[in-house]
């Protein structure tokens, strides 16, 4: 399960990763509202990308542990 939940984050990464590009200022066909919609969905993306990297990493120290105990026992 928790490597199925690593695989899910990964994906999620991939999709998340248009949501954080630079916000490109085209006053032609981006009022000041667009724009500033844009940064906040950039924001947005990159605090989800945040989230997906510290559930990553407490995942994969999770198995670390699963591992360590398989040794032990």
């Given at each position: 399960?928790?490597?199925?939940?690593?695989?899910?984050?990964?994906?999620?990464?991939?999709?998340?990763?248009m949501?954080?590009?630079?916000?490109?200022?085209?006053q032609?066909?981006?009022g000041?509202?667009s724009?500033?919609?844009?940064?906040?969905?950039?924001?947005?993306?990159?605090?989800?990308?945040?989230?997906?990297?510290?559930?990553?990493?407490?995942?994969?120290?999770a198995?670390?542990?699963?591992?360590?105990?398989?040794?032990l026992?």
């Amino acid at each position: 399960m928790i490597q199925q939940k690593v695989e899910e984050l990964v994906s999620e990464d991939f999709l998340g990763h248009m949501g954080q590009s630079t916000v490109e200022l085209d006053q032609q066909s981006v009022g000041r509202p667009s724009r500033m919609d844009a940064l906040q969905s950039q924001a947005t993306a990159q605090a989800q990308q945040r989230r997906r990297d510290s559930q990553k990493n407490a995942l994969a120290a999770a198995l670390l542990r699963l591992d360590e105990r398989v040794w032990l026992l």
